[in-house]
């Protein structure tokens, strides 16, 4: 009885020990967001709607804004409809938006781009690969990426609709689409 007992505190040292390893391991490990000014990670992703890749390195010589997003994300649903429209008036001036679904299944993620009436490019990201090297904590998230490939602007958590992000997604447009 009594070895039995050690058995069990041990493999339940054991285990603690295991747990407090990984959470040291996951916190020095932990990737944040780009730095504003530092070159923008690199990625190529496959796209939501059919065959084909889209290479972050292909938009170089265009401002990109890059929206992070997961179609059960309530803030996302509402952030939606708001993207498209900034789309529609942006792309005018050759300002290119690409949505990253993460963390979602291929049908999930149709879904949400046909029910909210989505036409700029969505790849996919179902590991979060793409969104750990930018840091994402949380969606919705928006970067901006300017001509020459670096992150400017802000960084916004949250929808671009809302509050004082209204204004940062405009002015970050404003930055990432000056000359080079």
Known sequence: MRTLKLTGQVV??????????????????????????????????????????????????????INFFQSYCVPCKAEAPALQRAY???????????????????????????????????????????ADRYGVTGTPETFFIDRSGRIVGSHILGPINQGSNRALFRESIAVASRPS
């Open 88 to 130: 529609t008036e942006y792309r005018k001036q050759g300002v290119v938006f690409v949505g990253i679904d993460y963390w979602d299944s291929i049908a999930e993620g149709r879904k949400f781009v046909d029910r909210h009436g989505v036409t700029y490019p969505v790849v996919r990201d179902p590991g979060g690969t793409v």
């Open 12 to 65: 339940a040292l054991a285990a603690v020990a295991g747990m407090l390893s990984l959470l040291i391991w996951r916190l020095t490990h932990q990737t944040h967001a780009p730095k504003v000014g530092g070159a923008a990670p690199a990625f190529s992703a496959l796209s939501l709607r059919g065959p084909g890749k889209l290479a972050l390195s292909s938009l170089r010589g265009k401002a990109v804004v």
